[in-house]
């Protein structure tokens, strides 16, 4: 049996981008619904780091003070480093502005970050679909109908508004995942 569920927006992917989208649209008054291939926490390799400027975000989707309890110490100076040669320089503090706690940038691994965001975006009436892959897209008149699977399992999700945030190496059977040639240069 197929499930059918309408919202106001669909965000393929829940990772920080999508995730904060979610959050954003809910705490509009959206009716949300993210879907999400992959069971969290996941480890992902990415730097980690989350620059000062982006404090202020964190704080606007009411996930600073978790993440501030939850990264690494304060990044203070940067280096550049190539054979015996390097480079230091100190980091920016966060400007004053929106922020009620600037500060320096830190690290915290996204297995952890992932989980606060989607975790606020829950407590906001997101609807979450995970693990689920979404299949396929078509139009439904001025819906757009986007078909997920979860194992034999098939919901058919529709919204006029569809956020792609699945991000840009996935390959896949959707618009959104165009082909790519990988190239040892893309690494870098």
């Known amino acids: 049996m197929t499930r059918l569920a309408t919202h106001d927006a669909i965000i393929i992917g829940a990772g920080p981008a999508g995730t904060s989208v979610a959050l954003t649209l809910a705490r509009r008054g959206w009716a949300v619904a993210i879907v999400e291939k992959s069971a969290f926490p996941r480890r992902k390799v990415c730097g980690e ?3 000062a400027s982006n404090l202020a975000l964190l704080d606007q989707l009411e996930i600073g003070d978790a993440w501030r309890v939850n990264a690494g110490p304060e990044i203070r100076r940067v280096g550049f480093f190539s054979g015996e040669a390097s480079v230091e320089a100190p980091m920016p503090r966060a400007k004053d502005g929106p922020s009620a706690n600037p500060g320096f940038g830190r690290a915290l691994g996204r297995d952890i970050l ?13 609807e979450i679909f995970q693990p689920c892959r979404a299949v396929a ?6 819906m757009q109908m986007v078909r997920i699977q979860a194992g034999n399992e098939t919901t058919m999700l529709r919204a006029p508004v569809i956020v792609a945030a699945h991000g840009s190496w996935e390959p896949g059977p ?5 082909g790519k040639t990988n190239r040892c240069s893309d690494l870098l």
């Open 114 to 126: 992932d989980c606060l965001l989607l975790q606020a975006a829950r407590s906001a009436g997101v």
């Open 174 to 178: 959707l618009p959104s995942q165009l």
């Open 137 to 142: 897209i078509d139009r439904d008149g001025e």
């Open 49 to 51: 780091y989350i620059s």
